[in-house]
């Protein structure tokens, strides 16, 4: 595996005056960086959407675009979410160095710098992004071999896109913070994954699985859990994929938990997987109308199987806010594109014949 830390930093500076780009370059000469220039806030625009970068060093004051225009037109974009701006100005007023850092900015750097100080936060911005670059690349693994599972069942359409979707709106609805919301995001693609490691013939089984097949199927949230374990930012996430077929009052699996022993995102989640079974197609039912749905959820709560107060505040969604619970076509859209290229690509077929289960 190639040692990223090892490889030179790709720093574009951007400058429209050409005596501070060439200061920059003389402070940062040697084989542990490559650098780029861009001559305005324009020309960094391009050079950031066809360069593959560590940092970007960003005036302010510049013709064309500014270096406010810059972050406002890259920093929303999820592709530059990790890509990390230092601003380098002469501008030392407190409210341009606030406002450059709500608009995305990490850091800053008051001119004349100084030059120890300069390469230090250069530093620290190149590890950080490559230590985030590597958190991405191992969950994108996860989130396609979690899609390979949803492309095995042909039955289940986009549900963990329609899952992701409804946690993150009723987790928002209750108030959850940050780090909450993107477990329940993550935990809607990712709560199946351990299905992996279930056989075909038991997965895809029409009829109803024996004793000894549904010993097997319950073992898909053991695996799913170990294998989202090992990584920190998936702590709460693996709550969701370990517990999210126990039930309130202690009959589900795979520990038998009961009560506030469930992790409450788990509680959460569950109600939401619940809702999609009922509220959507499938070969052996049709999608149930919210009327019906709202009973089976209430007659199911009233046998103890989910957390009654949470149940309670979803019912008041689909009665009172039902707009909340459909995805924007955008969303549709894009999950349709990945399933798709997921299907062309081959790998699924790869997967079956390799016997990896």
Not at 299 to 304: N, S
Request: charged share 30%.
């Amino acid at each position: 595996m190639t040692n990223h830390n090892n490889l030179p930093a790709r720093v574009l500076v951007v400058d429209d005056m050409a005596t501070n780009r060439e200061l920059i370059k003389l402070l940062l000469n040697g084989n542990e960086y490559v650098i780029t220039e861009a001559v305005d806030g324009v020309d960094a625009v391009d050079k950031i959407k066809n360069h593959d970068l560590d940092v970007v060093l960003l005036d302010i004051l510049m013709p064309r675009l500014d270096g406010f225009g810059v972050l406002k037109q890259i920093c929303g974009d999820p592709d530059y979410h990790f890509l990390p701006f230092i601003l380098v100005t002469g501008l030392s007023a407190p409210d341009d160095i606030s406002r450059g850092l709500e608009l995305g900015a990490t850091d800053h750097v008051t001119k004349p710098f100084n030059s120890i100080e300069l390469k230090a936060r250069i530093k620290s911005a190149v590890e950080h992004k490559r230590l985030t670059d590597r958190l991405d690349d191992t969950e994108s693994v996860l989130f396609s071999l979690a899609r390979m599972v949803e492309a095995r069942d042909e039955n289940t359409g986009d549900h963990c896109d329609r899952l992701s979707h409804i946690a993150v709106m009723f987790g928002e609805e209750l108030g959850l913070n940050y780090e909450e919301l993107e477990a329940l995001r993550r935990g809607g693609v990712l709560h199946d994954i351990g299905k992996l490691g279930i056989p075909d013939d038991i997965l895809l089984k029409k009829g109803k699985l024996t004793e000894s097949e549904w010993l097997i199927m319950k073992h898909h949230t053991t695996i799913g859990a170990s294998l989202c374990a090992p990584l920190r930012t998936m702590r709460m996430t693996v709550d969701i994929i370990a517990c999210h077929h126990e039930r309130w009052n202690g009959t589900g699996y795979p520990n038998g938990l009961k009560g506030e022993k469930i992790p409450r995102l788990a509680r959460v989640f569950q109600i939401v997987d619940v809702y999609d079974a009922l509220s959507s197609e499938r070969p052996y039912k049709p999608a149930f109308p919210p009327d019906k749905v709202r009973q089976i959820l209430e007659e199911e709560t009233e046998k103890g199987f989910w957390d009654a107060q949470l149940v309670a505040k979803f019912l008041d969604i689909l009665e009172n806010r039902p707009e909340k619970l459909l995805r924007p076509t955008e969303e549709k859209d894009r999950s349709a594109q990945i399933m798709d290229q997921i299907l062309k690509s081959g790998v699924l077929d790869w997967y079956r014949s390799e016997d990896l289960t």
